[in-house]
């Protein structure tokens, strides 16, 4: 009888182990064995909400765009809610090859016209408002480094100043950007076509030749300094537009006829200029404005918890999450831990702007170590292994749920389980947390238990992320009556 009893303890001993490393495990619907989450009955297993304090700040670090990222020109006019915002690029574009020379003699060439072509990736904002752009030339007082990775948002290197206009006030329609463009030179689409005056083609193909601007690369940039193209800050102004530079749509078109053989026939022929990733320099220049918007009255510099709170595209603003009592919470099992954010509707333009200015694609939800001064990542819960970071079962990617008689309300959920587990049962530390839209950002990623002993920064790029500038929300805070932040717990007790 002694043996049976220690045989059916020891079975009880090994299922409660069992019990336990189920429950350390985060579980998703998305997961096989999802539906393993214990049904809360208020006797074995129990499900609360815990308080949150939020608030709104703005994102001083500096953000990046690089050559290969996607870049914005544009602005934004009319956004109640988070106010103006204006885009410019700078950049170099250069011929193929040194020294340059157009074919035929330089008596024989009659110069027909330039046009500064742009590859369009997409758009923020109104498509139905057309925008006014203007290519000036870069001063020489401001020239660009190409061995500079310039901050998007950072005021000590703008403004980048100009020298005048190099043609006439272009009108975009937004809405014709993806038209193809079939001619004996371009078979193609998505391209913002700029043209030039035509003073500005003959100084490309008749004042400068291989004696002077292109003997080499670094004689032409003393000579042009490259291309900014700005969009007029006026009503009805009112989306960005994203530009690649490295894409071959982009490129300064030169269009000619020379008699380069000799002959008596002329034909039209053109020559480009181009990115070059190894030797051109670039920066893109983005301004954010909120005086007289909705966000200026909820952006903090200390402590103000509030019902609402801005989430704004780098560089924008990102939420303070925390949770007053959770350091304090007596052991548990932790089925699951989800933090859930979700959209204010902006009722005086839920048709209109509010469909126009969508929420970011994705929200980073980290953890700030103040003794470092670093965001980290969420202990135990946000991964990254050699495929990048597990956002699909973390959470972060935008939803849209029928929620308070909204039909299209835009959400974002978050798994930290093993964040909250780690807390109650081995006390580590709870940290006040981050929510953002990140484009090109870092943080500081920890392995989880028990490998967390070293760890390294892990950089986030826009393909994991957001474009730069791309999406802004105004989400419900700790408080607020509909749409409340919150974070909901699963558990039982031990």
């Given amino acids: 009888m002694l043996a049976n009893f220690r045989l059916r303890l020891s079975h009880i001993f090994f299922l409660l182990i069992l019990f336990v490393s189920a429950a350390c495990t985060r579980i998703t619907t998305t997961e096989l064995g999802g539906g393993l989450i214990p049904i809360v009955d208020g006797v074995n297993t129990f499900d609360t909400i815990m308080e949150l304090q939020t608030d709104t700040f703005e994102e001083t670090d500096t953000t990046r765009v690089y050559?290969?990222?996607?870049?914005?020109?544009?602005?934004?006019?009319?956004?109640?809610?988070?106010?103006?915002?204006?885009?410019?690029?700078?950049?170099?574009?250069?011929?193929?090859?040194?020294?340059?020379?157009?074919?035929g003699s330089k008596d024989s060439l009659v110069v027909d016209s330039a046009v500064l072509i742009l590859s369009y990736k997409g758009f923020y904002g109104d498509s139905t408002?057309?925008?006014?752009?203007?290519?000036?030339?870069?001063?020489?007082?401001?020239?660009?480094?190409?061995?500079?990775?310039?901050?998007?948002?950072?005021?000590?290197?703008?403004?980048?100043?100009?020298?005048?206009?190099?043609?006439?006030?272009?009108?975009?329609?937004?809405?014709?950007?993806?038209?193809?463009?079939n001619n004996r030179y371009e078979n193609s689409n998505n391209q913002i076509r700029i043209p030039l005056r035509l003073d500005v083609a003959r100084r490309f193909l008749k004042d400068y030749d291989s004696t002077n601007a292109y003997r080499n690369d670094s004689t032409f940039k003393s000579f042009f300094k490259g291309f900014s193209v700005k969009v007029q800050s006026t009503n009805p102004a009112n989306a960005l537009l994203y530009i690649n530079l490295l894409d071959t749509n982009t490129k300064l078109a030169l269009y000619y006829n020379t008699s380069s053989t000799g002959a008596t026939v002329r034909d039209t022929s053109v020559t480009y200029f181009k990115f070059n990733s190894a030797a051109s320099a670039y920066a893109n220049y983005i301004v954010r404005n909120t005086a007289g918007a909705e966000i200026n009255n909820h952006i903090t510099t200390t402590s103000k918890p509030d019902s609402l709170v801005y989430v704004q595209s780098f560089p924008g603003t990102y939420v303070r999450i925390r949770i007053p009592n959770l350091q304090g919470l007596s052991n548990r099992i932790i089925h699951r831990a989800e933090l859930v954010a979700e959209q204010v509707p902006d009722d005086n333009n839920i048709l209109t702007l509010d469909r126009y200015f969508q929420a970011p694609r994705l929200l980073l939800l980290s953890a700030y170590d103040s003794a470092k001064k670093q965001k980290r990542n969420i202990p135990n819960d946000y991964l990254v292994s050699t495929q990048g970071p597990n956002t699909v079962d973390f959470g972060g990617f935008r939803t849209f749920k029928t929620v308070n008689g909204y039909d299209r309300v835009a959400a974002y959920n978050f798994i930290i389980s093993r964040y909250i587990q780690g807390i109650v049962t081995r006390k580590d530390s709870s940290f006040t947390l981050r929510l953002s839209a990140p484009s090109n950002d870092s943080l500081n990623f920890t392995p989880p238990y028990p490998n967390n002993l070293v760890s390294q920064m892990y950089y986030l790029n826009a393909a994991v992320g957001n474009e730069v500038a791309n999406g802004r929300v105004r989400l419900g805070g700790g408080t607020h009556s509909r749409f409340r932040m919150r974070l909901r717990l699963v558990y039982s007790r031990l």
């Fill in 67 to 103: 050559n290969s990222d996607n870049m914005v020109i544009g602005a934004i006019t009319n956004d109640p809610l988070f106010g103006r915002t204006s885009a410019e690029l700078n950049f170099e574009l250069y011929p193929s090859f040194y020294p340059f020379s157009v074919p």
């Fill in 129 to 181: 408002q057309p925008l006014q752009v203007n290519v000036q030339e870069i001063s020489p007082a401001t020239p660009l480094s190409p061995f500079t990775s310039y901050p998007v948002n950072h005021p000590s290197v703008y403004p980048i100043n100009t020298i005048g206009n190099l043609g006439n006030t272009a009108t975009i329609d937004i809405r014709t950007l993806g038209d193809s463009v």
